[in-house]
T-cell receptor, first 111, second 114 residues
Framework: RKEVEQDPGPFNVPEGATVAFNCTYS??????FFWYRQDCRKEPKLLMS?????NEDGRFTAQLNRASQYISLLIRDSKLSDSATYLC????????????WGAGTKLIIKP | NAGVTQTPKFQVLKTGQSMTLQCAQD?????MYWYRQDPGMGLRLIYY???????DKGEVPNGYNVSRLNKREFSLRLESAAPSQTSVYFC?????????????FGNGTRLTVT
């Protein structure tokens, strides 16, 4: 089992729709969780951190479910500019605090 | 607002050639990282430097060496390139050790080894 698993997609979604991704992680000791966005042939950029109580940033909502070991990202009122690959990132819970990256979920927003 | 600067952006090498990828950050970050990204896989950590003067192996260090020249600069060297090292390489930095604060990435180096 991969340490961080994501559905690779692509998710083809009409503009204005709501879309949600999940990401599962295997290490119950993980403490830090992030969603990054990566545009085609570009570097990853932080979208948002994920907090235990859940958090929202505009149209984006992130949730953490420790019991089931997954995090989720919800995008409301999707825009064409939301088309990208979304990377789930989890720390490994060890003392060296390294990050483990999912392979990403590709999102395509269609007009 | 340069952030993390990587050079070169593209490179083609023949098997057995060597090269050094350069990375510099101007955010006064303590930690720096080198990742590679291959199609269908997550970013994989090659080496990291938790602070100036220290370097440690990541998940896939074989075939690479690094130097943390000073707080700003962290270089990655391929001593004898192999086709398996064809990849996109990203340098990143963070305020503290990965997992506690987000990473800031350079634009990447697209390396092809023939």
């Amino acid at each position: 089992r991969k340490e961080v698993e994501q559905d690779p997609g692509p998710f083809n979604v009409p503009e204005g729709a709501t879309v949600a991704f999940n990401c599962t992680y295997s290490n119950s000791a993980s403490q830090s969780f992030f969603w990054y966005r990566q545009d085609c042939r570009k570097e990853p950029k932080l979208l948002m951190s994920v907090y235990s109580s859940g958090n929202e940033d505009g149209r984006f909502t992130a949730q953490l479910n420790r019991a089931s070991q997954y995090i989720s990202l919800l995008i409301r009122d999707s825009k064409l500019s939301d088309s990208a690959t979304y990377l789930c990132v989890v720390n490994n819970g060890d003392s060296n605090y390294q990050l483990i990256w999912g392979a990403g979920t590709k999102l395509i927003i269609k007009p | 607002n340069a952030g993390v600067t990587q050079t070169p952006k593209f490179q083609v090498l023949k098997t057995g050639q060597s090269m050094t990828l350069q990375c510099a950050q101007d955010m006064n970050h303590n930690s720096m990282y080198w990742y590679r990204q291959d199609p269908g896989m997550g970013l994989r950590l090659i080496y990291y430097s938790a602070s100036e003067g220290t370097t440690d192996k990541g998940e896939v260090p074989n075939g690479y060496n690094v130097s943390r020249l000073n707080k700003r600069e962290f270089s990655l060297r391929l001593e004898s390139a192999a086709p398996s090292q064809t990849s996109v390489y990203f340098c990143a930095s963070s305020a503290d050790r990965g997992g506690r604060s987000p990473l800031h990435f350079g634009n990447g180096t697209r390396l092809t080894v023939t």
